[in-house]
């Protein structure tokens, strides 16, 4: 009798615009409803849920497409926190996320057989007696979740600070997400001109290799992510590819999880990020919602390094037109050599000696990841004005690379240009940037050797300049001729 008594008044709800699919329904579930009702349209089970107490609602996403997202996720925010269950294919996954958003919800990714469709409901139906011990697992467990979510934000957001090329950027990131408890693989992926993705970067803790698993298969990933759309498979033979199954379940890989990337809404994919597990989770809320940011954060990340690249090339066309760096002022790197090729060949022509020094700011991406590339830039600056003043008027101070600089100094020999590297190394170890921070300088010095060309004197120059750096950075380093 008390068995009857807790299942009395339990009336659940399916809907679906087919009527075979509804009668499906109700043969595998209807012992777990006293009784069972069922709506082929919104219109229908909105007028359901207003005449009867529904206990459970069940909304299949599968076949055809039933109304807007916006009357679907109305039917959800509706039910105010009542049981919701969404039995949704993969394909359709972005549409269960969103659902998700509305309200609470449980939802079974299909093809479902239908002994687990059946236990699925009658789950949702059973009777809940949740102990004081059990509630306070379940808060525990909750917050565990969370922190691991907050931290693998945090993971990526390091991952992204100071990125330029995208593969190096690709690397970092899926690195970053491997570290979340059950992602076992992670990869990049670039849309291609050819309306294909293109792998990127990927990091695993499992012998699989991003390249197989996409060969000849774009349905899995290609198809679903170009439509700008989310996807979820949580079992390996869902995909519908019986080699890709067996390749992932041999590696103990048992669900996939994949966004699309753009640089804004509704706007061009820029790709996709995949995340292999190796356990079954029924993501939460927050996780949609995490992974959901964790995606903006990659998107502005490629947006990001796409800018820079652009930068770069525009840079590079400055070169050709002017001979100065745009943010320091003194020569570009394209001047630089030039004025090293025609000094050496006055020097050779005239029996004069030439010295060249190359100094490169210690440890300065500290300064950028600290305050910002702005006050990185004003440093860059201000050391190469202080430079630059204490430099005669016929020796030249050339901006090779980020925060590397030259100066090619004239009718200079190795032990002058050793005491003005020695003096410049102590006025920049002394001079208080931008922002009340100091930095060090590594040098190096090569004086012109006998029918040495340019391409040899900035060898040395480099070695030498390595070996300071070796040698615990702030010193100066001599190139000695071979």
Excluded: W
């Excluded at 025609?342 to 000696?353: H, S």
């Amino acid at each position: 009798m008390a068995n009857a008594a807790g299942r009395r008044h339990r009336t659940g709800l399916f809907l679906h615009p087919d009527a075979a699919r509804r009668q499906e329904f109700v043969a595998a579930c209807a012992e777990s409803f006293d009784r069972l009702l069922t709506a082929d349209s919104i219109a229908s089970a909105r007028h359901a849920l207003a005449q009867n107490k529904i206990s459970l609602l069940v909304i299949d996403l599968n076949g055809a497409a039933m109304a807007s997202g916006t009357e679907l996720a109305a039917l959800v925010r509706s039910r105010a926190g009542a049981p919701v269950l969404v039995l949704c294919p993969y394909t359709r996954s972005a549409t269960m996320a969103e659902l998700m958003a509305q309200g609470p919800l449980s939802y079974r990714i299909t093809p479902l057989a239908m002994p687990q469709l059946r236990d699925a409901v009658a789950g949702l139906m059973a009777p809940t007696a949740d102990t004081l011990a059990s509630a306070q697992q379940h808060l525990l467990d909750r917050e565990a979740e969370l922190n691991d979510l907050l931290a693998i934000q945090r993971s990526l957001q390091r991952a992204l600070y100071g990125s330029e090329e995208l593969e190096r950027m690709g690397a970092r990131v899926c690195n970053a997400l491997c570290g979340y408890p059950g992602i076992c693989h992670a990869a990049l992926l670039r849309a291609g001109g050819d309306g294909t993705l293109q792998l990127v970067a990927q990091d695993a803790r499992i012998d699989l290799d991003m390249h197989d698993v996409l060969a000849g298969r774009h349905d899995l990933l290609d198809a679903p992510a170009l439509r700008g759309e989310l996807v979820l498979i949580d079992a390996p033979d869902k995909a519908g590819d019986a080699e890709l199954t067996a390749m992932l379940e041999e590696q103990g890989v048992h669900m996939l999880l994949a966004l699309p990337l753009r640089g804004e809404p509704g706007g061009p994919l820029l790709g996709a990020v995949s995340m292999l597990f190796d356990r079954p989770l029924v993501l939460s809320r927050e996780h949609f919602a995490c992974f959901g940011s964790a995606a903006q954060l990659i998107s502005f990340g490629m947006v990001m390094s796409e800018l820079r690249q652009q930068n770069d090339a525009l840079g590079l066309q400055l070169t050709q037109v002017t001979p100065f760096d745009g943010l320091t002022g003194v020569a570009n790197r394209r001047q630089g050599e030039q004025v090293l090729d025609g000094e050496i060949r006055r020097a050779r022509r005239y029996g004069l000696p030439l010295a060249v020094m190359a100094f490169d700011i210690d440890s300065f991406r500290t300064i950028n990841e600290l305050y910002g590339y702005t006050t990185g830039d004003r440093a860059l600056a201000q050391i190469a004005s202080m430079v630059q003043a204490r430099l005669r008027n016929s020796d030249t101070l050339a901006r090779m690379r980020g925060e590397q600089f030259m100066v090619v100094a004239t009718h200079t020999v190795a032990i002058d240009a050793f005491k003005l590297a020695e003096e410049l190394r102590q006025t920049i170890a002394a001079t208080e940037l931008a922002g009340g921070d100091t930095v060090t300088a590594s040098f190096s010095v090569a004086q012109l050797a006998p029918d040495e060309g340019a391409t040899e004197l900035v060898a040395r120059l480099e070695a030498a300049l390595h070996r300071a750096k070796r040698a615990g950075r702030n010193c100066v380093e001599l190139a000695m001729a071979r």
